[in-house]
């Protein structure tokens, strides 16, 4: 069984910046597609970034494009999400989540895709 050990949330003020980490266990990591997602109350989880294992190319959505870059270490077993010019927006759960199946870029959202998440660590962006 694949376990996710997420850390590196708080509070930080807007234009602030924070790294998050996943460390996997129990798996192969390097056979392994890892995605960070978050949620915010009311809102459905979400992709923000990821890197398939077919690719070393990272994947990014829109909104975080440019602000965010997705990073793996795998002689640590574990993937790195660095976050700078934080915004009030983008408070909420992050969680990473992690598949060993082929996942092609078309379907790299789909979050029935990945078969392991961590607990979750909450980033809160404010003044």
């Known amino acids: 069984q694949v376990q996710l050990a997420e850390a590196g949330g708080g509070l930080v003020r807007p234009g602030g910046s924070l790294r998050l980490s996943c460390a996997a266990s129990g798996g192969s990591f390097s056979g392994m597609s890892m995605g960070w997602f978050r949620q915010a109350p009311g809102k459905e989880r979400e992709l923000l970034a990821a890197?398939?294992?077919?690719?070393?190319?990272?994947y990014y959505v829109d909104s975080v494009k440019g602000r965010f870059t997705i990073s793996r270490d795998n002689a640590k077993n574990t993937v790195y999400l660095q976050m700078n010019g934080l915004k009030p927006e983008d408070t909420a759960v992050y969680y990473c989540?992690?598949?060993?199946?082929?996942?092609?870029?078309?379907?790299?959202?789909?979050?029935?895709?990945?078969?392991?998440w961590g607990q979750g660590t909450q980033v809160t962006v404010s003044s």
């Open positions: 890197l398939r294992r077919q690719s070393g190319v990272p």
């Open positions: 989540a992690a598949t060993t199946r082929g996942v092609i870029l078309s379907q790299v959202t789909n979050l029935s895709l990945y078969d392991y």
